[in-house]
């Protein structure tokens, strides 16, 4: 296809892979490196990303992508308000959220694509999805034919965050109880035994653990907003939203 200028707001671990596929398909990807730390700038270079200033992002950019903690979605939104290119937010957010930020977008004169990332950062083939929805969401696939994203298109508009807020519920949320049952354990003196009891009737359990611990450490501290998100995302269904608040005070302490 033809190649498109896109703006990335911000290249973290998952965001500059995003960026790299997107430069690898012949796209010219700016960032803004105001700001930011020099891991990000290095991030960024390693990427193939341009540098540039905000106001020049938003001018030349047709597209722009946001790839940033959930806890920054609608203030990173409110940053390119005027902006009227097409707006994808691919954040782990609640269907909610997510209408906040079309709105945001979209007062300014952006066209809004909704987007949830699943996987790590792409690297491989077959390893990554991307799901879009909205009136443009085809274009946002376009973009990355032929990159290691599988970006997939889900109607109606709003259905890409609602399938990355379902999917984390369990994965992210059942980590969680992981880590808790441990501790439990651990307070009450009996951890020996549990992993015991584990090794025979849970094979496996422990290396779990062992993931979801190391998992914690690195990157709680952006779970503890996804887990709200999908805390908030239970509740506006009429389903609890207790299990996902728990989880969230469970990476909070990591």
């Known amino acids: 296809m033809t190649a498109t200028t896109i703006g990335l707001l911000h290249p973290g671990e998952m965001g500059a892979a995003v ?18 730390s020099a891991a990000t700038r290095e991030r960024a270079a390693e990427a193939g990303l341009e540098g540039c200033g905000w106001a020049e992002m938003a ?12 806890h920054a979605t609608l203030d990173v939104a409110r940053q390119v308000a005027g902006f009227r290119g097409l707006y994808l937010d691919a954040n782990a957010i609640s269907p909610e959220t997510a209408r906040e930020v079309a709105a945001i977008s979209g007062a300014g ?10 996987g790590p950062p792409p690297v491989a083939p077959g390893s990554t999805r ?8 085809g274009e ?30 369990w994965t992210k949320g059942s980590a969680a109880l992981l880590l808790a049952a ?17 090794a025979l009737s849970q094979p496996g359990l422990e290396k779990r653990w062992d993931g979801a611990a190391a998992a914690a450490a690195a990157k709680g501290w952006r779970w503890v907003g ?7 995302a239970m509740a506006a269904a009429g389903l609890p939203e207790g299990f996902h608040q ?7 302490r990591y």
């Open 140 to 169: 946002i696939q376009a973009l990355f034919g032929g990159t290691d994203v599988d970006a997939r298109v889900v109607p109606p508009p709003g259905s890409a965050s609602a399938v990355k807020m379902a999917y984390a519920s």
């Open 109 to 118: 004169g952006a066209s809004y694509v909704d987007g949830g990332i699943i």
């Open 59 to 70: 001018a030349r950019s047709a597209v722009i992508v946001s790839v940033c903690p959930p």
């Open 226 to 232: 996804e887990m709200e998100q999908i805390a908030a």
């Open 246 to 252: 728990a989880a969230a005070d469970m990476y909070g």
């Open 19 to 36: 960026g790299k596929c997107l430069a690898g398909a012949g796209h010219r990807v700016l960032w803004v490196p105001e700001g930011r």
């Open 130 to 137: 991307l799901y879009v929805s909205g009136l443009r969401a």
């Open 182 to 198: 441990r501790a439990l354990a651990r307070a009450e003196g009996v951890e020996s035994e549990l992993l015991e009891e584990w």
